[in-house]
């Protein structure tokens, strides 16, 4: 069984439109993150919820929304994709805030 | 501030020498450290960890890593590298003053050569 799984695994996409990345864990974590790995493989932290509240909300542009509908799922949803939305986007889990994360397989988005 | 530094980008070494992969952290409280490894068109998967405990830490695979709070470093040190570790290496901190925030290092791409 896959620990964290993100769907799609690949996003090809036109400037402008509207995309989801849709994240889920079974390992019954608290906590969960959206990174971004850029072309450098840099790795920035987006957003993390805890017991489905947000509780890191880096400088990210609004058009990035982040769901939680319950503890196991976190979605992504981007509004107005831009070129520079072009990366590798990872959802993680850990059980709770600071401990061990567990990364899903990532997403490679691609705006044209 | 950075609270997490790996100096080296690039590390390239030949197949059975030995490596090391610099960490260094900038904390005046608590901390637990990590080493995550990456290989190619692959999420992170953890490698080993620094909780509490002995300061030295080893993985599955050979590696290995001290934690040494004077010098506020977490080396990750394998004696004799594979092919197969070919990967991006990165350090993280969890910081028990920021709520626990995880800060990742700007990884270190280490390049076994045959």
């Known amino acids: 069984d896959t620990a964290v799984s993100q769907t799609p695994k690949y996003l090809v996409t036109q400037m402008g439109n509207d995309k989801s990345i849709k994240c889920e864990q079974n390992l019954g974590h608290d906590t969960m993150y959206w990174y971004k790995q850029d072309s450098k493989k840099f790795l920035k932290i987006m957003f993390s919820y805890n017991n489905k509240e947000l509780i890191i909300n880096e400088t990210v542009p609004n058009r990035f929304s982040p769901k939680s509908p319950d503890k196991a799922h976190l979605n992504l949803h981007i509004n107005s994709l831009e070129l520079g939305d072009s990366a590798v986007y990872f959802c993680?889990?850990?059980?709770?805030?600071?401990?061990?994360?567990?990364f899903g397989p990532g997403t490679r988005l691609t705006v044209l | 501030a950075q609270s997490v530094t790996q100096l080296d980008s690039q590390v390239p070494v030949f197949e059975e020498a030995p490596v090391e992969l610099r960490c260094n952290y900038s904390s005046s409280v608590s901390v637990y450290l990590f080493w995550y490894v990456q290989y190619p068109n692959q999420g992170l998967q953890l490698l080993l960890k620094y909780l509490s405990g002995s300061t030295l830490v080893e993985s599955i695979n050979g590696f290995e890593a001290e934690f040494n709070k004077s010098q506020t470093s977490f080396h990750l040190r394998k004696p004799s590298v594979h092919i197969s570790d070919t990967a991006e290496y990165f350090c993280a901190v969890s910081l028990f003053n920021t709520g626990n925030q995880f800060y990742f290092g700007t990884g270190t791409s280490l390049t076994v050569i045959p």
């Open positions: 993680a889990s850990s059980s709770k805030p600071g401990v061990t994360q567990y």
